[in-house]
Structure formats: structure tokens, C-alpha cells
């Protein structure tokens, strides 16, 4: 069945960077548009960005020019590369496809940014 895996997270000061992964099993991953999604605590789910089959890239414009998205499709493995963090930056983590999958959702993985 469909697994995503997601990784990399922690507690990072303000102006901090980290990078997630995400593995990807139980389909076809070089076919898929992927996205990043997070939720922070009492918000409902919101989308990051995106990456296309063929590697072009869009964001949230509260995230552009800051995180980037990259994939390993030899690997099924899925990055969110996140610079210049902020305390608003604090949420769990999700990888999904683009548009989401209902049964796509993972555990995700917790970012914490202290000020």
C-alpha cells in the first residue's frame, strides 16, 4: 500500500536551517507531482509547495525564496530543504502528492522553532 515516510525534523534556533525527506513506497513515485504540506498547532493543514514530475517547483508565499523542494526519484525520496527558519515555521510536516492523496497521510515530522 501507499507509504509515505517522513524525516529530518527537530528544534532549530530562529535563522536556522533543516531538511526533511521523505520515502516514498507502494506506487509509482516518478510519476507524481509531490507536495509539502504542515500543520501547525490549532490550524488546520496548509500546502508548502510543490514539485512537478519533470523538477519545476512552485511555493507558498510565506516560504518562497527560503525552502526548496527537490526529489530523488532513484531513491522515491522527496526534500524540503528550509533556510532563514522563523517561529512561524513551527508545525508538523507532511509530504503527500499533488493534489493529496485521502490515504497519503504519513506520521510527519515535527519542526520546532525557538526565538
Known amino acids: 500500500q501507499v507509504q509515505l515516510v517522513e524525516s529530518g525534523g527537530g528544534l532549530v534556533q530562529a535563522g536556522g536551517s533543516l531538511r526533511l525527506s521523505c520515502v516514498a513506497s507502494?506506487?509509482?513515485?516518478?510519476?507524481?507531482?509531490m507536495g509539502w504540506y504542515r500543520q501547525a498547532p490549532g490550524k488546520q493543514r496548509e500546502w508548502v509547495g510543490a514539485?512537478?514530475?519533470?523538477?519545476?517547483?512552485n511555493y507558498a508565499d510565506s516560504v518562497q525564496g527560503r525552502f526548496t523542494i527537490s526529489r530523488d526519484n532513484a531513491k522515491n525520496t522527496l526534500y524540503l530543504q528550509m533556510n532563514s527558519l522563523n517561529p512561524e515555521d513551527t508545525a508538523v510536516y507532511y509530504c503527500?502528492?499533488?493534489?493529496?492523496?485521502?490515504?497519503?497521510w504519513g506520521q510527519g515530522t515535527q519542526v520546532t522553532v525557538s526565538s
Open positions: 503527500n502528492t499533488q493534489p493529496p492523496w485521502r490515504t497519503g
Open positions: 507502494g506506487f509509482t513515485f516518478r510519476i507524481y507531482s
Open positions: 514539485i512537478s514530475i519533470n523538477g519545476g517547483t
